[in-house]
Nanobody, 114 residues
Framework: QVQLVESGGGSVQPGGSLRLSCAAS????????MAWYRQAPGKQRELVAL???????NYADSVKGRFTISRDNAKNTLFLQMNSLKPEDTAVYYC????????WGQGTQVTVSS
């Protein structure tokens, strides 16, 4: 069993930056990859960025060049650095761990508005 707890969300003006964190606990040795998803009101949950155990990354086209996913394996923590934020980035952001039984965090709200 793996538990995920996100932090770092908040409100920011367009063009601003935020850094999300996700602390993993429990049987973290079984994690194959980790990712950030987001869900905006009235829309489906979508993949934002993913990082494998070997450090390979993948990003949604909408965030390429603006967001950076990283992972501190020693501290079992996942990060998402978000720069040049846009109003369309407003959503609840979820941390995800790829496991035989996948784990999700509770979500953290990101609001981009002037």
């Amino acid at each position: 069993q793996v538990q995920l707890v996100e932090s770092g969300g908040g409100s920011v003006q367009p063009g601003g930056s935020l850094r999300l964190s996700c602390a993993a606990s429990g049987r973290t040795d079984n994690i194959l990859a980790m990712a950030w998803y987001r869900q905006a009101p009235g829309k489906q949950r979508e993949l934002v960025a993913l990082i494998t155990n070997s450090g390979m990354t993948n990003y949604a086209d909408s965030v390429k060049g603006r967001f950076t996913i990283s992972r501190d394996n020693a501290k079992n923590t996942l990060f998402l650095q978000m720069n040049s934020l846009k109003p369309e980035d407003t959503a609840v952001y979820y941390c995800y761990a790829q496991l035989p039984k996948p784990a999700w965090g509770q979500g953290t709200q990101v609001t981009v508005s002037s």
